[in-house]
Nanobody, 119 residues
Framework: QVQLQESGPGLVKPSQTLSLTCTVSGGSIRTFRYYWSWFRQPPGKGLEWMGAIAYSGATYYSPSLKSRTSISRDTSKNQFTLQLSSVTPEDTAVYYC???????????RGQGTQVTVSS
C-alpha cells in the first residue's frame, strides 16, 4: 500500500516561499496513470486542490494559485515538491500530499502538515 509523508517548515514569514516535500513509499511516482497532488485546508474552510504532477512529469495547477505555485519531482528519491511563493497569512493551512487517478482527486493522502504564515 502506498504511503505519503509531508515534510517542511511549519512556520513561514509573509512574502517568502513555502516549500514542502512529499516522500512516497510503497509505489513509484513514475507508475503509469497516477497523479501526485497537493491539497490544503485552511482553518474553518474546505479542502482545496492546489496542483498535481503526473506520472509523466506533466504538471497541472489550480487557476487561482497557478501564478504562485510550482510542483516538481525527484524520481531518484521518489519525492515530489510544492513551492508556493509570496505567501500571506491567508496561506496558513494544513497541507496534504496525495495520490489519485485524476489530477484533483485522491485515493491516498498523507497525514498532513500544518504551515503557519506569520511574522
Amino acid at each position: 500500500q502506498v504511503q505519503l509523508q509531508e515534510s517542511g517548515p511549519g512556520l513561514v514569514k509573509p512574502s517568502q516561499t513555502l516549500s514542502l516535500t512529499c516522500t512516497v513509499s510503497g509505489g513509484s511516482i513514475r507508475t503509469f496513470r497516477y497523479y501526485w497532488s497537493w491539497f490544503r485546508q485552511p482553518p474553518g474552510k474546505g479542502l482545496e486542490w492546489m496542483g498535481a504532477i503526473a506520472y509523466s512529469g506533466a504538471t497541472y495547477y489550480s487557476p487561482s494559485l497557478k501564478s504562485r505555485t510550482s510542483i516538481s519531482r525527484d524520481t531518484s528519491k521518489n519525492q515530489f515538491t510544492l513551492q508556493l511563493s509570496s505567501v500571506t497569512p491567508e496561506d496558513t493551512a494544513v497541507y496534504y500530499c496525495a495520490r489519485g487517478q485524476r489530477t484533483d482527486e485522491y485515493e491516498y493522502r498523507g497525514q498532513g502538515t500544518q504551515v503557519t504564515v506569520s511574522s
